[in-house]
């Protein structure tokens, strides 16, 4: 049994152009007119024809709506769009099914978003465990921006084999972009089990609950270290970024094992090793890095830089002026006993 999962939005043909890309023929490819058709065509590769489309949604109502300009303006049900959804997946042998989040018509509050997240949850859970080891599939392409990301939170709690997306061009051309597949996170497992089966329904009103977010939320906190040692095999006092510990072993050594600023001979090799190191997430606290003088000495360091700015560029002088006594420093710099160290502030240039 093979599955694809997607949030459903207010426009019903991207999911057929996702189906589209696991589900065609010769004689009937969504995507045979496409100018870069060899392409997808090379992306499909072992890829598998799914069985079931499931789908997750909020409870849209039929909608028209008087336009300035004297026309009106129809959306769609959400059940009207699936039974358009259903009708045109058919060609595509596709069995289709809808987990309705019940009288939430949008995505609008904080409730709103942790209910549709509670149950992108419980439906891939559940697409995991139906699959018995066939292939399940994800998609990011349609629905609210929060209801992509809640499936791909879905997808690394529970993992997928593959996580896709639809994108446009400028000329407006269905895309697919097959992002690969996603491990499941060893410390959710058992949660995963836990999920009730759903109704065998093709149309299932759900109601909006939190109860399983609450315990993949919780499990998280309390598994925050598992990543780390569940691939060095050993107790961390602190972790560092957890993908740090996807490196092979021989790299996370050593990076462990570097130790940099002792031998100032070193310098020029050990900067040079810096620079040619990658970098993911390069900023700095200045909370953790300086005690309150050295953060009073940067603060002088800049004082006149902030006057001379305030008294040449108006637009600057007008911020400045919104700003709380403690949010910049008064003219002249605080005083105080760093005051002292404000020249070798500026010769080390913090």
């Given at each position: ?109 904080n409730d709103d ?164 190191l990658p970098k ?51 003219s002249g710099g ?17």
């Amino acid at each position: 049994m093979h599955i694809l999962v997607s949030a459903l939005g207010a426009q019903p043909d991207i999911i057929t152009e996702t189906v589209g890309v696991f589900n065609y023929a010769p004689t009937a490819d969504f995507y045979a007119a496409s100018r870069s058709l060899p392409q997808i065509t090379a992306a499909r590769q072992g890829l598998s024809r799914v069985d079931e489309l499931w789908l997750v949604a909020t409870d849209q109502p039929h909608q028209e709506i008087s336009m300035a300009d004297g026309h009106t303006r129809i959306i769609n049900s959400t059940e009207e769009n699936f039974a358009c959804i259903k009708q045109q997946c058919g060609a595509y042998g596709v069995q289709c099914r809808l987990f309705l989040l019940q009288d939430v018509p949008d995505i609008k509050s904080n409730d709103d978003a942790r209910a549709f997240h509670d149950l992108a949850l419980r439906v891939v859970a559940a697409a995991k465990r139906r699959a018995n080891g066939g292939k399940l599939y994800l998609s990011l392409a349609c629905g609210r921006k929060t209801m992509s990301a809640d499936m791909q939170d879905a997808a690394w709690c529970f993992g997928c084999d593959m996580l896709l997306h639809i994108l446009g061009d400028s000329k407006a051309e269905a895309l697919p972009v097959l992002l690969g597949a996603v491990a499941a996170n060893p410390a959710l497992q058992n949660l995963r089990d836990q999920v009730p089966e759903f109704d065998s329904a093709a149309f299932l009103p759900c109601p909006p609950q939190t109860s399983f977010l609450d315990q993949i939320q919780e499990q998280k906190k309390q598994s925050q270290h598992f990543f780390t040692t569940y691939y060095l095999k050993e107790e961390e006092s602190r972790a560092n970024f957890h993908i740090l510990y996807t490196l092979p072993l021989d790299k996370i050594k050593a990076l462990r094992d570097e130790k940099i600023g002792i031998d100032p001979k070193r310098q020029d090799e050990e900067l040079e090793w810096l620079k040619h190191l990658p970098k993911a997430d390069l900023h700095c606290h200045l909370g953790g890095v300086l005690d309150p003088e050295d953060m009073i000495a940067v603060a002088e360091c800049y004082a006149e830089d902030l006057e001379q700015a305030a008294r040449t560029n108006p637009d600057f002088a007008r911020w400045r002026a919104t700003l709380s006594p403690f949010q910049v420093p008064p003219s002249g710099g605080w005083k105080g006993g760093a005051s002292t160290r404000r020249t070798s502030c500026t010769s080390q240039q913090v």
